[in-house]
């Protein structure tokens, strides 16, 4: 198997709180804990998880917005995390960002052509002809007449604001967006016309997406694999189908449960999970997740569950579902670590 195109290994970001910025007494909100996955070209890989599960915080993390505490971010081989800025600058053009509010993201006082051209000509300066056909045929790739070059964001609608992030996104021919709640502002018809057009943009273009989302309805649709979190890491890895078809974790169970079903023959899970998500300054000891566990057992409350292969490209953190036992069933040698990379 080729390698991905994007590897993070033991992502991790921890934030000191408060006046005592430099004080190592003040506290620390671990936001983003021991995070490693991968995502081939042209793969779709969706994060899941309630608010404050660190989902949107491994996005920035991925485009250097912030700095990791640890950990590696690779792209085609690349480890970015330890580049200058000018030698990232380069690398931005493989990656970019769609983020979930369209309209604060774009520069109000520039046309939409211009926005769409201004990521080019950050690195080639254009002539005005050659500004013009490519904000034209990037509008048109998204589904907007080229009419629109010369509107403000404030005379586009919703859905079409997005388009334009999303054709701005396409201006450098990334080989990875990052999507952190790209449809989440939208209208349930809007959103649906967005989710296809990103579809058909990775079958024409071969993008990878890193697609960051609460919403379960639009991950059974768009996504490859899922990476479900919890409290800054991962307790749950799959393909897609498998995943929706026989969620492992209690709490993956839970998320699903507690999503609509728009098919009344479709028969729910379980109740849906109680509780709140605790604070990720003084997170739960051993799993994080036994509070709310309706199957925690004693070991729950001392020991934090290893992510453990159940299937091939899945992977499940937690003693009573995915005993570490597994690992030496599945694996060669019981030291070696689960495989995050997508099955060939
Ligand atoms: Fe629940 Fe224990 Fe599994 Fe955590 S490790 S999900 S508390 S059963």
């Known amino acids: 198997m080729s390698d991905p195109l994007l590897k993070v ?12 910025y430099l004080s190592k007494s003040s506290p620390v909100v671990r ?39 640890s950990g590696r971010v690779t792209i085609d081989g690349t480890d970015i995390t330890d ?13 970019q960002m769609v983020f979930q509010d369209p309209y604060s993201s774009l520069n109000p006082r520039l046309t939409a052509g211009d926005i769409i051209v201004e990521p080019v000509e950050n690195f080639s300066r254009l002539k005005r002809p050659q500004r013009q056909a490519l904000a034209a045929e990037l509008l048109q790739k998204v589904g907007m007449s080229p009419d629109m070059m010369r509107r403000l964001p404030s005379e586009l609608s919703g859905g079409q604001r997005q388009r334009l992030g999303i054709a701005r996104a396409l201006a450098l021919q990334p080989s990875l967006i990052i999507a952190d709640e790209a449809v989440s502002a939208l209208d349930v018809s ?134 570490a036992s597994n690992l030496a069933v599945l694996q060669p040698s019981a030291e070696s670590q689960p495989s995050l990379t997508p099955a060939a």
């Not at 290994?9 to 005592?20: A, F, Q, S, V």
């Not at 608010?51 to 996005?59: D, H, L, R, V």
């Open 83 to 95: 580049l200058t800025a000018n030698a990232l600058r380069a690398w931005r053009r493989r990656m």
């Open 190 to 323: 809007v959103r649906a016309q967005i989710l296809n057009l990103l579809v058909d943009l990775q079958q024409q273009m071969g993008i990878a997406y890193v697609f960051i989302s609460h919403d379960l309805s639009v991950v059974e649709h768009i996504a490859d694999r899922v990476a479900v979190m919890y409290l800054g890491r991962i307790v749950e890895l799959a393909p897609c189908e498998a995943l929706f078809a026989k969620p492992s974790h209690p709490y993956t169970e839970a998320l699903i449960a507690a999503a609509p079903v728009p098919d009344p023959t479709r028969a729910r899970l379980e109740p849906p999970v109680e509780g709140e998500v605790p604070s990720p300054i003084n997170p739960p000891s051993g799993c994080a997740f036994h509070p709310r566990c309706p199957l925690a057992i004693e070991r729950c409350r001392v020991s934090a569950p290893a992510l453990v292969p159940i299937a091939d490209g899945h992977v499940v953190a937690c003693h009573v579902r995915a005993p």
């Open 9 to 20: 290994e033991n992502l991790t970001k921890h934030y000191r709180l408060g006046m005592g």
């Open 31 to 69: 936001a983003v804990e021991q995070v490693s996955f991968s995502v081939g070209a042209g793969e779709t890989l969706c994060i899941v998880g309630e608010s404050g599960c660190g989902k949107s915080t491994i996005a920035r993390l991925l485009m250097r917005i912030v700095e990791p505490t």
